[in-house]
Protein backbone atom coordinates (compact mmCIF):
# COMPACT_ATOMS: atom_id res chain seq x y z
CA UNK A 1 0.00 0.00 0.00
CA UNK A 2 3.25 2.54 0.43
CA UNK A 3 3.86 3.63 -2.96
CA UNK A 4 5.81 6.71 -4.87
CA UNK A 5 4.39 7.94 -8.04
CA UNK A 6 6.45 10.04 -10.32
CA UNK A 7 4.89 12.26 -13.21
CA UNK A 8 5.28 15.15 -15.12
CA UNK A 9 8.14 14.07 -17.79
CA UNK A 10 8.30 14.96 -21.06
CA UNK A 11 10.19 15.83 -24.43
CA UNK A 12 11.03 19.46 -23.94
CA UNK A 13 13.95 21.73 -25.68
CA UNK A 14 17.07 23.22 -24.62
CA UNK A 15 16.31 26.08 -22.20
CA UNK A 16 12.58 24.81 -21.57
CA UNK A 17 11.25 23.84 -18.38
CA UNK A 18 8.97 20.78 -16.56
CA UNK A 19 7.97 20.39 -12.77
CA UNK A 20 8.16 16.75 -11.74
CA UNK A 21 5.61 15.43 -8.87
CA UNK A 22 5.88 12.90 -6.77
CA UNK A 23 3.10 12.10 -4.95
CA UNK A 24 2.66 9.54 -2.19
CA UNK A 25 -0.33 6.78 -1.36
CA UNK A 26 -0.33 4.93 2.11
CA UNK A 27 1.23 7.62 4.18
CA UNK A 28 1.43 10.93 4.75
CA UNK A 29 4.26 12.26 3.01
CA UNK A 30 5.56 15.20 4.96
CA UNK A 31 6.83 13.14 7.75
CA UNK A 32 9.88 12.13 5.71
CA UNK A 33 12.40 13.51 3.31
CA UNK A 34 12.33 12.73 -0.04
CA UNK A 35 15.43 12.64 -2.49
CA UNK A 36 15.19 12.71 -6.69
CA UNK A 37 17.72 11.05 -8.19
CA UNK A 38 18.09 10.15 -12.29
CA UNK A 39 19.74 7.75 -14.10
CA UNK A 40 20.48 8.17 -18.05
CA UNK A 41 21.45 5.01 -20.20
CA UNK A 42 25.27 3.98 -19.22
CA UNK A 43 25.62 5.74 -17.00
CA UNK A 44 25.43 6.00 -12.65
CA UNK A 45 22.36 7.20 -10.57
CA UNK A 46 22.59 10.29 -9.56
CA UNK A 47 20.79 12.28 -7.18
CA UNK A 48 19.91 16.02 -7.78
CA UNK A 49 18.08 16.94 -5.09
CA UNK A 50 16.48 16.28 -1.47
CA UNK A 51 14.12 17.90 0.66
CA UNK A 52 14.03 17.17 4.88
CA UNK A 53 11.32 17.13 6.88
CA UNK A 54 13.04 17.88 10.33
CA UNK A 55 13.76 21.55 9.63
CA UNK A 56 12.55 22.08 5.21
CA UNK A 57 16.40 21.97 4.16
CA UNK A 58 17.44 21.55 0.59
CA UNK A 59 20.16 20.06 -1.31
CA UNK A 60 21.62 20.21 -4.84
CA UNK A 61 24.79 19.02 -6.70
CA UNK A 62 26.43 21.44 -8.51
CA UNK A 63 25.46 20.11 -11.80
CA UNK A 64 21.35 20.90 -11.23
CA UNK A 65 21.81 24.15 -8.33
CA UNK A 66 20.43 26.94 -9.50
CA UNK A 67 18.36 25.35 -11.82
CA UNK A 68 16.42 23.26 -10.09
CA UNK A 69 14.00 23.61 -7.17
CA UNK A 70 12.52 21.10 -4.67
CA UNK A 71 9.23 21.60 -2.55
CA UNK A 72 6.29 20.21 -0.98
CA UNK A 73 3.00 20.54 -0.92
CA UNK A 74 1.52 18.86 2.37
CA UNK A 75 -2.22 19.05 1.58
CA UNK A 76 -1.42 17.20 -1.47
CA UNK A 77 0.76 14.96 -0.49
CA UNK A 78 3.21 15.63 -2.92
CA UNK A 79 6.89 16.77 -3.32
CA UNK A 80 7.69 18.41 -6.69
CA UNK A 81 11.02 19.14 -8.63
CA UNK A 82 10.85 22.13 -10.75
CA UNK A 83 13.46 22.16 -13.37
CA UNK A 84 14.37 25.10 -15.68
CA UNK A 85 16.93 25.77 -18.12
CA UNK A 86 17.46 22.30 -19.21
CA UNK A 87 20.14 20.44 -21.29
CA UNK A 88 20.25 17.35 -23.13
CA UNK A 89 22.51 16.44 -20.61
CA UNK A 90 19.45 16.25 -17.65
CA UNK A 91 18.07 13.74 -20.33
CA UNK A 92 17.15 10.67 -17.85
CA UNK A 93 14.88 8.47 -15.99
CA UNK A 94 14.00 10.35 -12.72
CA UNK A 95 13.16 9.23 -9.90
CA UNK A 96 11.67 9.93 -5.91
CA UNK A 97 12.97 7.80 -2.91
CA UNK A 98 12.58 8.07 0.81
CA UNK A 99 15.58 7.62 3.04
CA UNK A 100 16.62 5.18 5.38
CA UNK A 101 17.53 7.83 7.83
CA UNK A 102 13.75 9.26 7.17
CA UNK A 103 13.89 12.76 8.60
CA UNK A 104 17.01 14.08 7.02
CA UNK A 105 18.74 13.60 3.80
CA UNK A 106 21.90 12.07 5.61
CA UNK A 107 23.29 8.68 4.16
CA UNK A 108 22.98 6.90 0.72
CA UNK A 109 20.54 4.29 1.53
CA UNK A 110 16.81 4.43 0.28
CA UNK A 111 14.06 2.21 1.53
CA UNK A 112 10.93 3.24 -1.42
CA UNK A 113 11.55 4.21 -4.83
CA UNK A 114 8.77 5.16 -7.35
CA UNK A 115 8.47 3.92 -10.78
CA UNK A 116 10.42 7.06 -12.95
CA UNK A 117 9.51 9.24 -15.28
CA UNK A 118 11.18 9.88 -18.48
CA UNK A 119 12.73 13.33 -19.17
CA UNK A 120 14.62 13.70 -22.77
CA UNK A 121 15.59 17.51 -23.34
CA UNK A 122 16.28 17.53 -27.33
CA UNK A 123 15.84 20.03 -30.00
Known amino acids: QLQLVESGGGLVQPGGSLRLSCAAS????????IGWFRQAPGKEREGVSCISSSDGSTYYPDSVKGRFTISRDNAKNTVYLQMNSLKPEDTAVYYC????????????????WGQGTQVTVSS
Open 97 to 112: AIPAATVTCSGNEYDY
Open 26 to 33: GFTLDYYA
